[in-house]
């Protein structure tokens, strides 16, 4: 994976190397904990998420709520689009959440992160990407 390309960078480097795909992590802290409980919200954050990065869903978003140890409880989700896959984990005890977005088709992983922030209502948030080769 391709380091330190700044985000004003991003798309022309994307672009320009021919990169297989683009992978970002996004974490999000103090969320409502309302919507980090709830599968509608979250399958409502994936349609909308998917349209705003302009991504083809394939198939449906998968939501599942487990996990005994209270540490990391809570639903995971995986949605296939057609550049690849977007997934997440939400937990329970700190109303945090953990977003990942792998696709060979570029997006913007600002907008991203800040679309999710937005959406969940996270009182922070940190994020990160790389190109992948």
Not at 66 to 89: A, K
Not at 113 to 123: I, K, M, P
Request: net charge negative; glycine share 6%.
């Amino acid at each position: 994976m391709e380091e330190n390309i700044p985000l004003e960078e991003l798309e022309r480097y994307f672009d320009q190397n021919q990169s297989w795909g683009l992978a970002s992590g996004i974490d999000l802290h103090g969320c409502n904990s309302d919507y980090v409980r709830s599968e509608s919200k979250i399958k409502e954050f994936v349609v909308a998420l998917c349209d705003l990065i302009k991504m083809k869903r394939f198939g449906d978003c998968v939501v599942v709520d487990f996990g005994e140890d209270p540490r990391v409880s809570g639903f995971s989700m995986t949605q296939l689009i057609e550049t690849s896959l977007i997934s997440g984990h939400f937990v329970n005890q700190n109303n945090d959440i953990h977003l990942d977005i792998f696709s060979c088709k570029y997006y913007d992983p600002k907008i991203a992160a800040e679309f999710a922030a937005n959406f969940f209502q996270a009182t922070d948030y940190t994020y990160y990407y790389k190109i992948r080769k």
